[in-house]
């Protein structure tokens, strides 16, 4: 939430300087003309105005440079699409390809929401044991719960697009591409983040929204550990079979909406803990998008330098 804020405060102190440097400008000309004409008394006071200008220039490119560096932080954390390494751009990944490490990452996501009282706890519990994760929306239920998709947001999680119906029957290209279109666009909206990351409703391949996804350059995201909380198993059973199926780069799949999740709000602080007992932080998409991106330059460096 603070980052944001933060970026908020940023953009609107950046408006006031450049304003303000503006009519400095504007003063200054007019000072410079009038001293045209005027004696060489003047032109020294000229001279030390034109100083003082190039020092606020200075400030200003130094400024301008800070601006652009935490945009493109903020960017890269909400997974805006030129921040995307472009070999993930229209494929499909159910989990990242990273080596072995002691610092293992595991990302969790959450279907099917946003609403009331499940998507919130669920938050809630993420915020209190400082874990991230990744929240794929039905662009229907954003439309009714706009402050929870912007809670999302606000709070470090990077939202993404899960279709506006959730229909599994097959789709016209042209019904396809509102389904995607208009969530992404109320994403945006709602949220500021402009959205490249989309999973099919059902994991559904063939009726046509992941076509129309792949033609737009979304990356397709599956899962490597199905948690199946929609058959509302026991908590227990649940944080079990998520911790059991974990591996290094694992995308787990869970549901924030779509029905009673009393489980998963239940379960979520077992997972969060275990998980974390095994040596796991909780990374989102686009981070683990990153890792894998990071990696693959490595190993290429790595095959260059020994040829
Ligand atoms: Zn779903």
Redesign the pocket.
Known sequence: MESRKLFVVAQRTFIVIAVLVGSLNLGLMAINKTNASQTSEKETENSKATTAETGVSQRMVAFKQTLLASWKQEAKSKGLLPTTPPQFRGATLKEAKLAKSDKKVIALTF??GPVPNYTEKILDTLNKNNAKATFFVVGGNLQLYPAIGKRIVDEGHTIAN?TWH?WYHRMSPKVAASEIDNTSDLIFKTTGVKTNLFRP??GIMNNGVVAYARKKKYVTLMWSVDSIDFKQPPAEVLANRIVKGATHGGIVLMHDG?GKRPRTVEALPKIISRLRAKGYSFVTIPELLEMQDKQEKEEKLATEKKQ
Do not use: A, E, T, V
Request: glycine share 28%.
């Open positions: 279907d099917d899960h959730h409703p059902g779509g």
